[in-house]
């Protein structure tokens, strides 16, 4: 297992090529520092209260419902509006304009007259144009396997059964949650200062999916009662706890990592250094190994349920059950003192990178005493500074030495470049076209990092046999070009990890490693891709409900199962 030198608290961290590869990226499973866990654990911890404030609709289940969420500091409002779709617009793609539930997190109360305003806007979504009263703007449809079938067994007074709740998972999907100022909403700095209750990242987000879900359970009870007012019965707290929220992500969240690496290099320092300091308990106890062991049967059994369409993932899926499984039985039937660096080599020579993964998740969750305040130092301030006093000749060693991943590729074979990043003239969101065969070539956006950089060296070397060893100042004045890319590399130089290794104009590059690398900080699981370019997923399966917001709450829903005898 490579490492690297010790970091400022002590232990050693993984060199930035173990970290920040994509495909070890790509195969990342949810934490205890997952976005979605540090924020139930505030909602339990503080107490948070979640409260229906208006709930009006019709027989077809349309309407609009206001929920109130307070916090020890503040309130919020959480506003849905529920539509009667038509089936055949019922879609996934960024493309539609008609979803099943619209909705808005908003500051402050919601009257009659706000309502108006926000039934005007919010279901126009992208077309629309909200204040800065609002957080996050979301839609969501149905999901046509699960919705009717839970109205249905609510109406006859049963439960749905467990393997329904196991086919699907959520009640609704989400196609798009937006924030951070998009369409007139409060941008992020304004958040973070004036709302510390969602000031870590994507917090706002994150609430706004686990009000739908609330929403969600509440609106199956309510058809249920409309349809059988005799007969109908509520879905128990376990069938709850078993259905969390779909989402559905495309290639429109790849940019975020490649424009944000100083914010995703501290995510990845921050997972990392969690990951270190477990591996700095050399001396394990039995109880610990024992909850190592609880999580990894957990997560075999997780992912053995596991039903997806794709028949590469659910390969997938199925060999690192089996090798999970493999690893908690070998870890089990050691009896002698074990370290857990010992452990991580052993995963290293007998599984593969998912299985590894999952090991890591597993371990990081045995220590939450170690590692949960790493999750309060998920922000950073990203300013890019460009060094104009540095030596050329010190700037080409920079490159040399931090990016020479990026120097490996060889950009004059055809594949290397066989592929360019768009944006899409209709919805503005990003595409991935064929070059020299799709349209668009010449709007190409800055995602290829690793020929940018390649280019910029080469200039470098260029220049500096020309001009002697002169200042950086003096490059970028000479080729104005490279003044972005220089002043990252400088900055990003500094830090131990950021750009993600991996050259994205590759002919056979996989977006979808970007998609669930942030989809796994964000908490989600259940990763099903449809193509290479998007990816359905579930968030918040077994987490707490609305309901159980109390200190205490159990904080152990990673890898979440359904339990085969729950009632049904």
Not at 125 to 150: I, K, M, Y
Not at 408 to 419: R, T
Not at 469 to 475: L, N, R
Not at 479 to 505: C, D, F, K, M, S
């Amino acid at each position: 297992m490579s490492e690297a030198a010790p970091d400022a608290n002590g232990p050693s961290l993984r060199p930035a090529a173990v970290a920040m590869d994509l495909e070890r990226l790509g195969r990342q499973f949810p934490t205890r520092l997952s976005f979605m866990r540090v924020l139930t654990r505030a909602m339990c911890r503080e107490r948070w209260r979640i409260e229906r404030e208006h709930f009006e609709l019709d027989d077809d289940g349309a309407g609009c419902a206001v929920y109130r969420i307070a916090t020890p500091r503040h309130s919020y409002r959480m506003v849905l509006f529920a539509h009667a779709l038509d089936p055949a617009q019922r879609s996934d793609r960024v493309i539609a304009e008609a979803w099943d539930v619209t909705a808005t997190l908003c500051d402050g109360p919601v009257d009659a007259e706000r309502r108006r305003f926000l039934a005007r806007q919010v279901p126009r979504q992208e077309a629309g144009r909200l204040d800065s009263a609002c957080l996050v703007l979301t839609r969501a449809n149905r999901s046509s396997r699960q919705f009717d079938r839970v109205v249905a067994a609510l109406a006859a007074g049963a439960q749905p059964s467990v393997d329904q709740l196991t086919e699907v998972g959520y009640l609704y999907r989400t196609t798009a949650v937006y924030g951070s100022g998009k369409f007139g909403m409060s941008e992020w700095r304004h958040v973070q200062r004036h709302h510390p209750d969602l000031a870590r990242p994507f917090a706002a987000e994150m609430l706004a999916c686990f009000m739908l879900r609330h929403f969600s359970f509440e609106q199956v009870e309510f058809l249920a009662r409309r349809a059988s007012p005799d007969t109908a019965c509520t879905l128990d707290p376990e069938a709850r706890r078993s259905l969390g929220v779909g989402n559905a992500t495309g290639l429109g969240m790849a940019p975020f990592l490649i424009n944000h690496p100083l914010l995703i290099g501290q995510w990845i320092l921050q997972r990392e250094t969690a990951l270190a300091r477990v591996l700095d308990d050399r001396t394990p106890s039995q109880d610990r190994r024992a909850r190592v062991c609880t999580v990894l049967a957990r997560a075999a059994e997780h992912l053995a349920q596991v039903e997806i369409d794709d028949p590469e993932q659910t390969e997938c899926n199925t060999r690192t059950s089996e090798q999970v499984r493999s690893l908690h039985r070998w870890l089990a039937s050691q009896r002698h003192p074990l370290d857990w660096r010992s452990v991580m080599r052993h995963a290293e020579r007998t599984a593969a990178v998912e299985a590894q993964q999952v090991l890591e998740s597993a371990l990081i969750e045995a220590y939450p005493e170690r590692v949960d305040e790493l999750a309060e130092a998920m922000t950073v301030e990203e300013d890019y500074q460009l060094s104009p006093t540095m030596r050329g000749s010190a700037l080409l060693e920079l490159i040399e030495t931090h990016y020479d991943w990026a120097l490996a590729y060889d950009f004059n074979a055809p594949d290397a470049a066989g592929v360019f990043w768009y944006r899409s003239e209709e919805k503005l969101e990003p595409r991935l076209g064929i070059r020299g065969v799709d349209p668009g070539e010449e709007r190409e956006m800055r995602l290829g990092l690793a020929r940018e950089i390649a280019s910029c060296h080469q200039a470098l070397v260029s220049f500096l046999k020309q001009a002697g060893d002169v200042t950086t100042a003096e490059f970028v004045l000479r080729h104005p070009q490279w003044r972005y890319t220089v002043r990252r590399l400088q900055t990003l130089a500094q830090t131990p990890y950021g750009e993600i290794q991996a050259n994205l104009l590759a002919a056979d590059v996989m977006p979808i490693h970007l998609l669930r690398c942030k989809l796994a900080f964000m908490g989600v699981t259940k990763f099903d891709p449809r193509s290479r370019l998007w990816v359905r997923n579930t968030m918040f399966q077994g987490a707490p409900l609305a309901e159980e917001l109390e200190p205490g709450c159990a904080d152990d829903w990673s890898f979440p199962v359904l339990r085969r005898d729950a009632r049904s």
